[in-house]
């Protein structure tokens, strides 16, 4: 496959930042985020949002950060690194995601919001009372929004089963104000492909890969959304950038290794032997 360019030695990279939970089992979450960034060769910037308490079998319970200190940290980088292009993950509460939105008004930065609810074991990342903030006043200024199917049906009440409602709930999705909308078919039932679909008000973009047959995909979403975010940081575009991502996430399924008593997580380290 081919890879971002990556920067000379002593030069400077492209700069991206992520606005994320901390994961202590390192899957997913801000390290998969870092781990992403790191192999695909850009400079990766962190505001975190929440610490979790988490290894493979679950989510313990999570502590969040005042929203001001995460304003801060965006406001920090920002003013002063120039960001290419940022995502968000968990982002904890209502009140992270409204100060979140209220810091990207006056920003003019690409912004992948990947809406995280849950851990793949269920555990909630975020209270259902926090949805209307991230409809309102997130989703109106993301340059893409990537829900998977569990987050579609809480964001529009839409159960996706195949194409025709895949397709339904891109539109849904995108009437809620982001530039894009994908709809992550990882989780629909077997068809050996795994189909995203993604819109922008006119056209339908479909990304297909294998489906690949593995437990251990912990933080295969964040890592989607990572090499997005890393991709426009480099001036792809969006349907450009997601081919790429599509690709990269695939690659990180299939060296995917096993890790402590639970889900083990996708990895990216394939990139060291190529
Ligand atoms: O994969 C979604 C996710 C994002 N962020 C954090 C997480 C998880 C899943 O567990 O823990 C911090």
Redesign the pocket.
């Given at each position: 496959m081919h890879f971002l360019p990556l920067p000379l030695p002593g030069t400077t990279p492209a700069r991206v930042l992520t606005i994320?939970?901390?994961?202590s089992g390192g899957?997913?979450?801000?390290q998969?985020d870092m781990r992403t960034f790191a192999l695909l060769g850009v400079h990766a910037c962190a505001a975190v949002t929440?610490v979790?308490v988490?290894n493979t079998v679950g989510?313990k319970g999570?502590h969040t950060i005042p929203p001001e200190t995460v304003a801060a940290q965006i406001d920090a980088v920002t003013s002063d690194i120039g960001i290419g292009a940022a995502k968000s993950?968990?982002l904890a509460s209502a009140e992270i995601i409204t100060a979140v939105a209220a810091t990207w008004r006056t920003l003019d930065v690409p912004l992948v919001v990947?809406p995280?609810c849950a851990?793949?074991?269920g555990?909630p990342?975020l209270p259902e009372s926090a949805l209307d903030a991230l409809r309102d006043t997130l989703f109106p200024l993301a340059t893409l929004v990537t829900p998977n199917l569990h987050e579609v049906r809480l964001l529009v009440g839409i159960d996706v089963v195949d194409g025709d409602s895949q397709r339904a709930a891109a539109k849904a999705l995108h009437a809620l104000g982001p530039r894009w909308a994908l709809v992550k078919g990882g989780h629909l039932p077997a068809s050996g492909q795994s189909p995203d679909l993604l819109y922008d008000g006119t056209e339908f973009h479909e990304f297909t890969g294998p489906r690949i047959a593995t437990g251990d995909d912990?933080?295969?979403?964040?890592t989607l959304a990572a090499a997005t975010t890393a991709a426009l940081a480099h001036g792809y575009s969006v349907p450009e950038a997601l081919t790429f991502a599509k690709r990269w996430v695939t690659e990180c399924l299939r060296s995917a290794y096993p890790l402590g008593h639970g889900h083990g997580p996708v990895s990216p380290l394939f990139r060291l032997w190529v």
């Open positions: 994320a939970g901390s994961d899957g997913a979450g801000m998969a929440a979790t988490q989510v999570f993950g968990m990947d995280v851990s793949m074991h555990d990342l912990h933080g295969a979403g964040d």
